[in-house]
């Protein structure tokens, strides 16, 4: 069963930074790239950041770029975002996200929340 788990959201101040993680497992992650969306108080799910099977190739949204850093250690099977100089415009539930074939798999969350 294919399960990816989010953690490390919680509350900090604007300025602030926090890492998240998300877990893998079910499927042979070293061959699948990953990705980090949000999803803020009544507005629609966005990407935030991308990365390739073997970490060689990111994208981020124009929004976190020069802020937020996206990598992956295929050992752990894990991949991580480093969110620095939060804003409170970054207040969300962050999902991790893959596909496999024609199948979307996301996580069930973590809430960061940003004071001002």
């Known amino acids: 069963e294919v399960q990816l788990v989010e953690s490390g959201g919680g509350l900090v101040q604007a300025g602030g930074s926090l890492r998240l993680s998300c877990a893998a497992s079910?499927?042979?992650?070293?061959?699948?790239?990953i990705a980090w969306f949000r999803q803020a108080p009544g507005k629609e799910r966005e990407g935030v950041a991308s990365?390739?099977?073997?970490?060689?190739?990111?994208n981020y949204a124009n929004s976190v770029k020069g802020r937020f850093t996206i990598s992956r250690d295929n050992t752990k099977n894990t991949v991580y975002l480093q969110m620095n100089s939060l804003k409170p415009e970054d207040t969300a539930v962050y999902y991790c996200?893959?596909?496999?074939?024609?199948?979307?798999?996301w996580g069930k969350g973590t809430l960061v929340t940003v004071s001002s």
């Open positions: 996200y893959t596909w496999i074939g024609r199948v979307n798999y």
């Open positions: 079910g499927f042979t992650f070293e061959d699948h790239d």
């Open positions: 990365i390739s099977s073997a970490g060689g190739s990111t």
